[in-house]
């Protein structure tokens, strides 16, 4: 039962409840040594944390629960890079720090599709693979962009928590224009 509970964190994203979650599971198999054959408590145990994995689980498939990047205070937008690696996971340099994420850990999954990038997601992607991420070419639907957008900038606003717009005025330049660096990291892909 311990083994089929460490598995289960890699359906999860990252975070601090999660870890604590990792931790005490980490514990069992010490705990479980010196019962012998009283199993009663580490079968509670086991049952409450199990509980736990699903409830932290079905959150996760809510979309309740999501990763927060910590980023040191007077952080602007222009001391954040995001460099896409591949179509699904970006690195993130922060003033203090640097990280791989993937799309679900970073809250862009698709509610509807199971482990499919949300729109916003493929924005940003796309933004990325863009020429001086601008993308010139006419769209089809602009609603859809604009919604996608509103998305990815409320996404980004909480997933860093800073406040300003992490795009510049769109009135300003015509196109969606991050004030972050934005990079894909194969050329060939563009």
């Not at 999860?12 to 870890?19: D, E, F, G, I």
């Not at 591949?86 to 679900?104: K, M, Q």
């Not at 800073?162 to 015509?174: A, E, I, M, S, T």
Request: aromatic share 8%; with cysteine.
């Amino acid at each position: 039962m311990v083994k089929q509970l460490k598995s289960a964190f890699r359906f999860l994203p990252l975070s601090p409840r999660a870890q604590e979650l990792r931790k005490e599971i980490e514990t069992l198999p010490l705990l479980m040594r010196g019962l012998g054959d009283d199993w009663t408590e580490a079968r509670d145990d086991l049952l409450a944390i199990r509980m736990r994995l699903a409830e932290l689980a079905s959150q996760s498939a809510q979309g309740n629960l999501s990763l927060r990047i910590e980023v040191p205070p007077g952080t602007k937008w222009e001391n954040i890079q995001m460099r896409f690696l591949s179509d699904e996971t970006v690195e993130i340099t922060t003033p203090d720090s640097r990280r791989l994420c993937n799309f679900a850990e970073l809250g862009f999954e698709d509610r509807r599709k199971s482990g499919a990038p949300n729109t916003a997601w493929v924005f940003l992607r796309e933004l990325a693979r863009a020429k001086d991420n601008e993308i010139k070419r006419p769209v089809r639907e602009p609603a859809r962009v604009e919604k996608a957008v509103q998305a990815l900038r409320k996404r980004l606003k909480d997933l860093f928590a800073l406040g300003d717009d992490p795009f510049r005025p769109y009135r300003q330049v015509k196109h969606y224009a991050p004030t972050f660096k934005l990079s894909f990291s194969n050329p060939d892909d563009r």
